[in-house]
């Protein structure tokens, strides 16, 4: 049974650029919740989705930034207009409903 | 606003030893706490976890204890062991609703033991 899947595990882009994070959920998983960690810093929540409906985005940035989880494929979380702020690791997580998440390995996205 | 609080950014022991790691918490919706270890270039992986209406909970060699009056807990790990150096995060949420599986995380704290 394969865990949580991202890719790409890193990813260079030049500012103005896009950017476009795919999370897989372990199979059965319908939850996915995205969240990002600047150097030095913790993890913090960005959305929620389940599949086709953003539940709870509160944490996700009001410009620039979008997530989608459609009925079939992964889960893209998209940057446009990169800055370098935007420099960071990227994790997804799945869980099969209310019940513990399990985290994926991340995607290292450089801004240049 | 930092929700949850990890005062000690780095912790060091010997093996064999205690290893004490503390956390600290403002909300009081906060009715469930998980600890996470991470390695390098890898995701979160769960620890334990521990429901606000116990003050203890333990496997193996890993207790987290819970005092709900002073928004605090710590996670306990003996004996400490070479393998358990990494980083270690605590977390909290609120069940029910949409926001139970949304985690608010503290900074973590790096734990080395050395041998």
């Known amino acids: 049974n394969a865990g949580v899947m991202q890719n790409p595990r890193h990813l260079v882009r030049r500012r103005g650029q896009e950017a476009r994070l795919r999370c897989s959920p372990m199979?059965?998983?319908?939850?996915v919740y995205w969240y990002r960690q600047l150097p030095e810093e913790g993890l913090k929540f960005m959305v929620y989705?389940?599949?086709?409906?953003?539940?709870?985005e509160s944490g996700m940035p009001k410009e620039r930034f979008s997530a989608e989880f459609p009925k079939e494929g992964p889960s893209i979380l998209r940057i446009q207009q990169v800055v370098r702020g935007d420099s960071a690791a990227y994790f997804c997580?799945?869980?099969?409903?209310?019940?513990?998440?399990?985290f994926g390995p991340g995607t290292r996205l450089t801004v240049t | 606003d930092q929700q949850v609080k990890q005062n000690s950014p780095s912790l060091s022991v010997q093996e064999g030893r205690i290893s004490i790691l503390n956390c600290d918490y403002t909300?009081?919706?906060?009715?469930?706490f998980l600890w996470y270890k991470k390695y390098p270039a890898e995701g979160p992986t769960f620890l334990i976890s521990?429901?606000?209406?116990?003050d203890k909970n333990e496997d193996g060699r890993f207790t987290v204890f819970l005092n709900k009056s002073a928004k605090h807990l710590s996670l306990h790990i003996v004996p400490s062991q070479p393998g358990d150096s990494a980083v270690y995060f605590c977390?909290?949420?609120?069940?029910?609703?949409?926001?139970?599986?949304?985690?608010?995380f503290g900074q973590g704290t790096i734990l080395t033991v050395h041998p």
């Open positions: 989705l389940q599949k086709e409906n953003i539940i709870d």
């Open positions: 909300n009081s919706m906060f009715d469930y």
């Open positions: 199979k059965g998983h319908s939850h």
């Open positions: 997580a799945s869980s099969p409903g209310q019940g513990l998440s399990n």
């Open positions: 977390a909290a949420s609120s069940s029910g609703g949409t926001s139970y599986g949304k985690l608010t």
């Open positions: 521990i429901s606000s209406i116990k």
